[in-house]
């Protein structure tokens, strides 16, 4: 699966998705883009957008869009590290169109 990490998602949970090739937004020279921007570019080439912005589900209508979201409601990596494994689960579980919010 190729998974997008948003600006405000931390970087050392890349390490941690083996098995899938995963860009950030910073990577992607998309730093500056912003929600409906990101979506956008994100669903041309990736499968998932890992994000921390709790307010991306308010904001934009996700209903018609073609790429699979995960909120996280943890944006700390210390906070997020024993989770991992649950993550990791969750991103090979996710649901063919929609999002996710964890924990």
């Known amino acids: 699966m190729r998974i997008l990490l948003d600006n405000c998602t931390p970087r050392p ?14 990577e992607m020279g998309w730093s500056a883009l912003m929600n409906g921007e990101l979506l ?3 669903e041309r ?3 998932l957008l890992i994000t921390c912005d709790r307010n991306l589900r308010y904001q934009q209508n996700l ?5 699979r979201l995960l909120i996280l ?3 700390r990596w210390p ?8 993550i ?3 991103v090979n579980n996710m649901p063919e169109r929609g ?3 964890f924990p």
């Not at 209903?63 to 790429?67: A, P």
């Open 40 to 42: 956008n570019a994100a």
């Open 63 to 67: 209903t018609q869009r073609t790429i």
């Open 73 to 75: 409601t943890i944006g």
């Open 79 to 86: 906070a997020l590290l024993p989770l991992d494994p649950q």
């Open 13 to 26: 949970l890349k390490s941690f998705l083996t098995g899938h090739e995963v860009k950030t937004a910073m």
């Open 88 to 90: 990791g689960m969750l």
């Open 99 to 101: 999002f996710v919010e």
């Open 45 to 47: 080439e990736f499968d």
